[in-house]
């Protein structure tokens, strides 16, 4: 990758990686205590943050689509 976006690519993909982690501590949690309210909470938050990391996906393709920049 040699692009002029390059660093948001990096960036965006260290933040993907964490909510993906994110993600697996909520699902750590829920399985921890199944059949209560905190469960059905980290469930719920999984999915967000499933949600979030998609976009952030999502973003990472657009600006890798761009492809290199112009002065190379």
Known sequence: MS???????ERLA???????DRAYERLR??????DTETAA??????????SARRAIAKAIGSLQALGPSVEE
Do not use: N, S, T
């Open 3 to 9: 692009g002029e976006y390059d660093d948001l690519v």
């Open 14 to 20: 260290a933040i993907e990686e964490e909510l993906r």
């Open 29 to 34: 949690a829920a399985a921890a205590a199944p």
């Open 41 to 50: 909470d980290a469930q719920r938050d999984e999915k967000r943050l499933l």
